[in-house]
């Protein structure tokens, strides 16, 4: 079956630079979610798309946008980085209406040194 | 306080005995609970969500919720050494995202 797809895996930013990440959902899923993960905490909500809509925003930085296409792909765009936003980013995607949570990727690892 | 509220551990079981997970939650209004379980520098993967007053079975899992005392708890039974791992407890909120837990950590001790 096919599962959310994450890119890149990890990526090495220096300070103040930009970083994309990308998201592909899983096939007719309708919602996109992308969280933050420090090291030892919890999944943090960053921001969520329905149907190529911004539905909800959270703790995202002002630094941080991002948006969902037609194909429903999504990507996060990070720019003047910092260290602290050194983390696990991971999109999840779900069929809103089936309400049975949703399915995370595998995650971005972001070093910014 | 927290939203969701879960005891960071570890908690430590020996191979075969049953691990206890509990999780309370602040939002009255929620109706739908998830427990993901995280393996370290992994995503959460989902093992059981649910929805009504009771138990919830599923192989070696059992999901138990008390809306009244805001309480969702977690049952491994024959825990593995493969069990091992950060399990979080979620919730969805009004608007069907989902709020977690700092999660607790599992350990089965062969």
């Known amino acids: 079956a096919a599962g959310v797809i994450q890119s890149p895996r990890h990526l090495i930013k220096e300070k103040r630079e930009t970083a994309t990440l990308k998201c592909y959902p899983i096939?007719?899923?309708?919602?996109v979610y992308w969280y933050q993960q420090g090291p030892g905490q919890d999944p943090q909500f960053l921001i969520s798309?329905?149907?190529?809509?911004?539905?909800d925003k959270g703790s995202i930085p002002d630094r941080f946008s991002a948006q969902q296409f037609s194909d429903y792909h999504s990507e996060l765009n990070m720019s003047s980085l910092e260290l602290g936003d050194s983390a696990l980013y991971f999109c999840a995607s779900s069929l809103k209406v089936t309400g049975n949570g949703y399915t995370f990727g595998s995650g971005t690892r972001l070093t910014v040194v | 306080q927290k939203e969701v509220e879960q005891n960071s551990g570890p908690l430590s079981v020996p191979e075969g005995a049953i691990a206890s997970l509990n999780c309370t939650y602040s939002?009255?209004?929620?109706?739908?609970f998830f427990w993901y379980r995280q393996y370290s520098g992994k995503s959460p993967e989902l093992i059981m969500f649910?929805?009504?007053?009771g138990d919830k079975e599923d192989g070696r899992f059992t999901a138990q919720l008390n809306k009244a005392s805001q309480y969702v708890s977690l049952l491994i039974r024959d825990s593995q050494p493969s069990d091992s791992a950060t399990y979080l407890c979620a919730f969805e909120d009004s608007s069907y995202k989902l709020i977690f837990g700092s999660g607790t950590r599992l350990l089965v001790r062969p």
């Open positions: 096939p007719r899923h309708d919602t």
């Open positions: 649910i929805y009504s007053n």
């Open positions: 798309f329905y149907e190529k809509m911004q539905s």
């Open positions: 939002d009255r209004g929620s109706q739908s």
